[in-house]
């Protein structure tokens, strides 16, 4: 697992290891009433906010979601600040029913990167406003040479940027929704820097940087009253989301595994290999295209608005 526990206010834990295949209840990925959003259609990427501003838990649905219920109860709204990130270390297996999103690591030579699926995404945003910090600038910080970072995702949803899982429920209008919960921030609360421990970032606008303790407002009004524009309504959906689950391990993690696995296929005759086993983790499943305008690490269910 990493050394380093932190990188530009972005805390990781490790929060147990994951080399067995987890099976969630099947109704975790068919479900249609919690975990929910607004999103745009054509890109799931693109978040609205919330129906409503409850935290859904999600217990048995993640390998563990105790310990993620903890983290979010814990962490989120005015504690949070840049966030926390969950991982398993090691970590082979995707739970069962979800798929690997895509692979980081360091390359063989000096300051090159490995990268596949929702890592190799390089679409920006038409803004000159800082953005937030990508999620494989700064888990590059963390990782070391050795260890290969992997995202699951539910099989069939869109895996994104900043370690998200959405999927398409209804469209919007039509969902039996019509409110979305909203948290507006003093612009105290966000700074924009342009170095990172002494080097210099490269986006010329700079990175947000959300400071810890800080206070905001809360609020559910209609979903056309905050977006005015029909067309825009128009063309959102309703989604899920779910959080990423982030593997991290290294090449002796995965040949052990294989050793294993070949041992027990040896006893029965059986062959165990299956899409969320060690010798698939090179497999990567779809992914959305464009980069996050604001997304908070586990900060709860409303759109971050600022003042």
Known sequence: MPTATEYFGISVTNIGPLTTTYTPPPACTTATTDHLLYALKNSLIYGFGSPDCKIDPYGKCLPSGAAVDSFIKEYSHPKSGQGIHAFHSPGIHCPEGWTTAGLLAHGEKTGSTFRSGVFTTTATVNSSMPLQMGSDEWWLKVLEPSETLAWCC?????????????????????????????????????????????????????????????????????????????????????????????????????????????????????????????????????????????VGLLTGAGLLMPW
Request: net charge negative; aromatic share 8%.
């Open 154 to 294: 539910p099989s069939g949803w869109d895996s994104l940027p900043y370690g998200y899982c959405r999927s398409s429920v209804a469209p919007a209008l039509s969902s039996g929704y019509g409110s979305a919960c909203y948290e507006a921030y003093p612009d105290s609360a966000f700074a924009t820097v342009h170095t990172v421990e002494g080097e210099r970032v490269s986006d010329t606008d700079g990175l947000i940087s959300r400071i810890p303790s800080m206070t905001y407002t809360q609020e559910t009004v209609a979903l056309t009253e905050q977006w005015g524009d029909p067309s825009l309504v128009a063309s959102m959906v309703l989604a899920r989301q779910f959080p990423a689950v982030e593997m991290i391990y290294k090449a002796d993690d995965v040949k052990a595994a294989k050793n294993g696995s070949k041992d027990d296929d040896d006893k029965d005759g059986k062959s165990k290999d299956d899409d969320n086993s060690a010798s698939t983790l090179s497999k990567v499943g779809g992914f959305a295209s464009g980069v996050a305008l604001m």
